[in-house]
């Protein structure tokens, strides 16, 4: 087995970190202030590449694998990790419309996503269903030339700033095979916002509550077969939770960076900290946990490639697992610092922010871990 990048693998990875250390580092502090990603940096990098990672060449985008899109945000993330999930939702949404959207979908969408001359937004979660889902009661009436949408969906990253609109809805009976998907445009009537959400991270990204009163939504903007939308959205969030799951390795890497450059210069007791063996301990172990939720990553993402059949329990354990280290070091790495890692100074503050809602978006790590005792229990039941 080999675990060594390849060479374009390789390229891949140090150009999205350059792009994250020249263009995002720089002004992470800044824009979590403004509380916005200006749009002329989402078009660099869509110059790059980085707007429909996973949408194939010949419909305009780049083609990559999706262990590939996993070290995207894994460098982009040593940046901010804010920034670079944002991306992943955006790209998370293309793909959508790249697998299932008809040709005229296609055509009227990719090239700008793309280009990220348009953003998109996953409209999934809301008020009163989470964790369930299958539960959601936004509703989509038919009409003679396509939909009234009525509903709402909540904690939606871009609400209010992007384009376009993924957005999961009931058009027919209760439970999963009741749900569509329709793309709503940005300026359709009937389509509103609340206020931004005050979060405790992530602040990069507007988050608002997304809402449809009588919003028309035309027969063309069906994505794919309608009773066929809850499926569309679990299949976009197995490489959802891979990419939030690299977004978390990458933030904790830099924090684990930080910390072991401060530990060189920071004297106690007559020598640099990095001399004590009890912190060298805790660096080790640090290294260690974030070395074995990389390879666990990477795995998932090869199994997802492949179509493997157990492809969505490994996404759901890389996930988890991934997370929660991720998390679990990052914290660490602040406590290495001491006072100074609560200061913004360092840097390592805001990544704690940022990673903590990992382990809560694209699903709970609690509903991750019913993932995968169902895949258990199902693989038993077949023996």
């Known amino acids: ?3 060594a990048l390849s060479e374009e693998q390789t390229l891949i990875f140090d ?4 792009f994250g250390q020249q263009a995002i580092a720089p002004h992470a502090y800044a824009w979590e202030k403004a509380g916005a990603i200006p749009r002329d940096i989402l078009k660099d990098a869509g110059e790059l590449g980085f707007g429909a990672i996973y949408v194939p060449e010949e419909l305009g985008g780049t ?11 894994e460098a982009l993330s040593a940046a901010c990790p804010s920034v670079a999930a944002f991306l992943s939702i955006h790209n998370m949404c293309a793909g959508m419309i790249a697998r299932y959207g008809d040709e005229a979908l296609r055509e009227r969408y990719l090239p700008q996503l793309a280009s990220m001359d348009k953003i998109a937004s996953y409209c999934l979660t809301e008020p009163g269903s989470g964790s369930d889902a299958a539960a959601l009661r936004t509703r989509a009436g038919r009409t003679n030339d396509g939909y009234v949408l009525n509903g709402s969906k909540a904690f939606i990253s871009g609400g209010g ?3 376009l609109y993924v957005v999961m809805c009931r058009t027919g009976e209760d439970g999963p095979k009741g749900i569509s998907t329709l793309v709503v445009e940005d300026g359709t009537q009937g389509l509103s916002f609340g206020a931004n959400e005050h979060k405790m991270g992530w602040k990069a990204q507007p988050t608002a509550q997304v809402q449809f009163d009588d919003c028309a939504v035309p027969a063309a903007n069906l994505l794919g077969e309608e009773g066929k939308g809850f499926s569309y959205a679990m299949a976009g969030l197995d490489g959802g939770r891979l990419n939030i799951a690299a977004c ?4 904790a ?3 684990l960076a930080t910390a072991t450059r401060y530990m060189g210069e920071r004297k106690a007791f007559g020598k640099t900290i990095d001399q004590f063996q009890g912190l060298q ?4 172990d640090m290294e260690t946990e974030l070395q074995a939720g990389r390879i666990f990553l990477r795995q998932a993402a090869w199994k997802l490639d492949t179509g493997a059949g157990d492809a969505t329990k490994f996404c759901a354990m890389a996930k988890r697992f991934v997370t929660d280290t991720a998390f679990r070091v990052a914290n660490d790495a602040l406590q290495l610092l001491g006072g100074y890692g609560y200061l913004e100074d360092y840097g390592i503050e805001k990544i704690v922010r940022d990673l903590r809602v990992h382990q809560i978006l694209e ?3 609690e509903i991750m871990r019913v993932i995968v005792a169902r895949a258990m229990l199902a693989e038993r039941d077949r023996s």
């Open 1 to 3: 087995m080999d675990f």
């Open 161 to 163: 700033f992007s384009d």
């Open 363 to 365: 699903g709970t790590n």
């Open 15 to 18: 150009m999205a970190h350059d």
């Open 281 to 284: 301990f805790r660096l080790a």
């Open 248 to 251: 978390a390795l990458g933030g």
């Open 253 to 255: 890497q830099g924090a």
């Open 63 to 73: 083609g990559l694998s999706r262990l590939d899109a996993t070290l995207v945000f």
